[in-house]
């Protein structure tokens, strides 16, 4: 029975952390895609932004597909968020 309750208890510890992971990311998306709008790479509002992939250590990486809501091809933002607090961006 003690063994359940430890497991009960490191799922619920588990479980509190990935709500903040999960807001974290978005705010990188967020910043990603203020990136890309600022820079004049593309028009955010006229794609629809799918998050691809992510990862990083010191600097994140924020990889996101943009396809046109009118149709035609996609594009793949590469995105690197760095703790200084520079972003770049790489369009594909």
Do not use: M, Y
């Given at each position: 029975m003690k063994t359940l309750g430890t497991i009960i208890a490191?799922?619920?510890?588990?479980?509190a952390a990935?709500?903040?992971?999960?807001?974290?990311?978005?705010?990188?998306?967020?910043?990603?895609?203020?990136?890309?709008?600022?820079?004049?790479?593309a028009d955010v509002?006229?794609?629809?932004?799918?998050?691809?992939?992510?990862g990083g250590g010191s600097t994140k990486r924020v990889v996101l597909e943009l396809r046109?809501?009118?149709?035609?091809d996609k594009k793949v933002a590469t995105c690197k968020i760095r703790r200084s607090g520079e972003i770049s961006v790489e369009l594909d």
């Open positions: 490191v799922a619920c510890v588990a479980g990935f709500p903040a992971a999960a807001s974290e990311w978005g705010e990188r998306i967020d910043i990603c895609t203020a990136a890309i709008e600022n820079q004049g790479l509002d006229s794609h629809r932004v799918k998050f691809v992939a992510g046109p809501i009118d149709g035609g």
